[in-house]
């Protein structure tokens, strides 16, 4: 039975807009990132990656690298120290001749400078037996299958009632396919880590979202007790997915630290990471919604064609959604994916989700069109009582709520919706709405929870601030626990010699890591309560983990919800699309923070303006790699794009999620932004596109 918790406010105010802790320390560049570790005697490494996209490695020509002043050597696959089987065989790294797709690493390079081990990697010469490679995704494509599971374990294919029935006998019907090209994540701070060797203990800094997971690979792969690895992310310069597993940095910098006895730096070159730190696979996705007259569904279809590579399986798992926004008695949920000879996809803000509500609730939006209904009032007309595709009640669910609040403070009414009339000058201006969905992940964690003799209280546990504020927020939690002012209460997190804790991914961070830390404090609470007298010098330490509280599945629905709002304008002569505002209103529990929360929202959304106006990495067919490689090529908003954006939320009540009451925030920001962007296009000009991103040519 999953534990139920008190509605009432916490004993200690939670939700006030408190500073970010490390702020001061990162303004003024004192706090220090992965590459910002230099240990005495520190080599510094660069890779070489593959040129062909399909194939293997003949014969690596070292000499000349060699022959260059500093550098100190060249791993390939014929001399890098031996791994263990990978879990995850993209850190299989220098292991084979085999050439998977272009980009992957076929050498690497350690120099006593930068410079120097940057002019050996480029005077190591491969050559290779090449084959022929295909990286074309299509929904036609021959080799695609229907995979048990999608991403996240969910079925890949659902099928609830008889869909072809319902749609055949609908009134009205929308059936229109969505494009999604690759996207990548490109954190400002690249993958990067440095590595050191200590009597057999290996120390690495590395920049990732979840230091424990590292922890554990290190030691598999190396063969190491994991008491025999330490992995450092004090500091992370923003990953969105990227940084959620280990990548082969992590792994090249150890290994070269091995091979060398030396301390590694490897900070990735930003054209190289495209290739082997992820991105959000490509997804063509036909939907087909019947509906009758009055607009409400009967009939939805979300079938998903993605790719993955030849090294493992990576499902993007799009039509869930579909199980979970809309009533409709017949639906179809299928995922069919491709390997092809491309870079292996990863996570990215909102797996899923993300692409998935673009396609999903442009097409809602089509619907809207052919009836003449209010895409707001739609949508409310086809709210379901329970969770469509299991049955099961929300826990919460505020999604008209958020829709309501929405349209009211956006000025969303009245609204003429026939397209293309209003002009300004050379512009055309529109207005769209999206809905937004993320499901409500937790896992165990462990926390210390420590009461000094002075009076001051400590919390560790291996959390990861990725840019969120994840001190500030567990700083918080933990003084309502403890009800104290949280200016006692001092934080230690980003090492994985602190107690294991979920990586921050899933927006589902700060739940699980302040689940125990409550867990941890409530229990350090009452041991105080119960003490008389001084404490003994050392203080007291409570140590709790999760392990039990979320060891089972919830018998709710567990989902944040949101509404996005979107006015653009469209330049007639340019095809230029601007976003006037964006404005979303989401239900995702208590906020603890509304100053650091706030900033993930409108973070997501920037990030799904990116995704609706400018980002993507087309993959080169001739030479199977992507063309996009640089920022200055894959180009994300900047400052001037991103317009008056605003973020609110509907203080949600939700008895069965933790003790802090608290669904993730970290993504649902960018799940609705896409769709709304993309339905403001079609007002503005009566155009409707579906292959992202909008940009100018497609519009003229
Ligand atoms: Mo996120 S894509 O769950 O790090």
Known sequence: MTPQFPSGPPPYPLGAPLV????????????????????PGCAYAWPVAATVARGRVT??????????????????????PRLAAADDPTLSVLQEDRVPHRGW?????????????????????????????????????????????????????????DFDAAFAAAPVTVDATYTVPPLHNHPMEPHASTAHWDDGHLTVHDSSQGSTKVCEDLAALFTLDKSDVTVVSEHVGGGFGSKGTPRPQ????????????????????????????????????????????????????????????????FVEQAAVPGRVMYTSPNSRTVHRVVPLDVPSPSWMRAPGEAPGMYALESAVDELAVLLDIDPVELRMRNEPDTEPDSDRAFS??????????????????????????????RLLLGTGVASATYPVFQAASEAEAH???????????????IGTGARTVLAQVAAAALGVPEDRVGIEIGSSDLPPALLAGGSAGTGSWGWAVHKACTGLRARLRDHVGPLPSDGFTVTADTRQETAERSPYARHSFGATFAEVQVDTVTGEVRVRRLLGVFAAGRILNSRTARSQFIGGMTMGLGMALMEGSGLDPAFGDFAECDLASYHVPACADVPRIEAYWLDEEDPHLNPMGSKGIGEIGIVG?????ANAVRHATGVRLRDLPLTPDKLL
């Not at 970010?20 to 230099?38: P, Q």
């Not at 009461?451 to 601030?465: E, K, Q």
Request: glycine letters at 10%; aromatic letters at 4%.
């Open 250 to 313: 992590v792994v090249l910098a150890a290994m070269a630290a091995r091979h060398t006895g030396r301390p590694v730096k490897l900070s990735l070159p930003r054209r190289q990471m495209p290739a082997v730190v992820g991105h959000r696979a490509p997804t063509v996705q036909r939907v087909r919604i019947g509906a009758g007259e009055d607009g409400v569904i009967t009939a939805l279809a979300h079938e998903v064609a993605t790719h993955t590579s030849t090294v493992k399986e």
């Open 396 to 425: 919460s669910r505020h999604l008209v709520g958020c829709l309501r609040e929405g349209a009211q403070r956006f000025g969303w009414q009245p609204r003429d919706p026939r397209p293309a009339v209003r002009p300004e000058g």
């Open 451 to 465: 009461a000094d003799a002075d009076g001051g209280f400590r919390i560790r546990l291996n959390a990861t601030d």
């Open 673 to 677: 932004t896409a769709a709304a962007i």
């Open 105 to 161: 690493y076929v050498a690497l390079a350690v120099a006593d400078s930068l410079e120097a081990a940057r002019a050996a990697a480029e005077a190591v010469r491969v050559t290779y037996e090449s084959d022929t490679h295909d990286v074309r995704l299509s929904a036609g494509h021959p080799g695609l299958y229907a995979p048990e599971t999608a991403n996240g374990g969910y079925p890949g294919t659902r099928e609830r009632g």
């Open 59 to 80: 014969a690596v020509d070292t000499a000349r690298a060699l022959a260059l002043p500093g550098v100190c050597a060249v791993l390939t696959h014929e001399n890098a």
């Open 20 to 39: 970010r802790r490390e702020g001061r320390l990162k303004v003024t560049g004192a706090a220090r990132y992965a590459a910002e570790h230099t240990p």
